[in-house]
T-cell receptor
Framework: NAGVMQNPRHLVRRRGQEARLRCSPM?????VYWYRQLPEEGLKFMVY????????ESGMPKERFSAEFPKEGPSILRIQQVVRGDSAAYFC?????????????FGPGTRLTVT | KQEVTQIPAALSVPEGENLVLNCSFT??????LQWFRQDPGKGLTSLLL?????REQTSGRLNASLDKSSGRSTLYIAASQPGDSATYLC???????????FGKGTKLTVNP
């Protein structure tokens, strides 16, 4: 049973470009979470999605950031017009169900560098 | 607002020593608490999950305890090894929420 998959593992973008980060949850998991780890800071929650629905986006910046989890295919975190401050490690996690009682399994992360 | 604090920020011990990492959280209304390990440039590996109704969990040389009323958890590592060197993260899920709130971690170095 493969774990949570994220790609790409490393992504370099120039300021103003778009970044697309992909996350495939573990088999049988329909709940996806995105977290961001800025340099020298702890991990911060960004968004929680179920298939075709955004459940909690309280941690998402209001502008330039969006997330989706379509019926088919991976979850995508999209960052438009990237700026240097977006450079960070972005982690995806998945769980089999909701309720806050289930373990979240993390992927290896995508390290975004904005030049 | 839930806040998680981990002390110390860094710890260096000789191989074979038993050690304790500390985690505290401000709101005791939690669903569960997870301890993770993060190696440099890598993802997170879940070590132990303690449900709010539990007092402790054990896995091999690791033992985690939870005291909800005081807002504290400890991770005990027995007979530490150089391979245990990593950053250890504590995170809680608040009641009514699905999101993990993380501490900033304790960077552990075990010297051979």
């Amino acid at each position: 049973n493969a774990g949570v998959m994220q790609n790409p593992r490393h992504l370099v973008r120039r300021r103003g470009q778009e970044a697309r980060l992909r996350c495939s949850p573990m088999k049988g998991h329909s709940h996806v979470y995105w977290y961001r780890q800025l340099p020298e800071e702890g991990l911060k929650f960004m968004v929680y999605l179920q298939k075709e629905n955004i459940i909690d986006e309280s941690g998402m910046p209001k502008e330039r950031f969006s997330a989706e989890f379509p019926k088919e295919g991976p979850s995508i975190l999209r960052i438009q017009q990237v700026v240097r401050g977006d450079s960070a490690a972005y982690f995806c996690a998945s769980s089999p169900s909701a309720g806050g009682r289930y373990e979240q399994y993390f992927g290896p992360g995508t390290r975004l560098t904005v030049t | 607002k839930q806040e998680v604090t981990q002390i110390p920020a860094a710890l260096s011990v000789p191989e074979g020593e038993n050690l304790v990492l500390n985690c505290s959280f401000t709101d005791s209304a939690i669903y569960n608490l997870q301890w993770f390990r993060q190696d440099p440039g890598k993802g997170l590996t879940s070590l132990l999950l303690i449900q709010s109704s539990q007092r402790e969990q054990t896995s091999g040389r690791l033992n985690a305890s939870l005291d909800k009323s005081s807002g504290r958890s400890t991770l005990y590592i027995a007979a530490s090894q150089p391979g245990d060197s990593a950053t250890y993260l504590c995170a809680v899920i608040a009641g009514g929420s699905e999101k993990l709130v993380f501490g900033k971690g304790t960077k552990l170095t075990v010297n051979p």
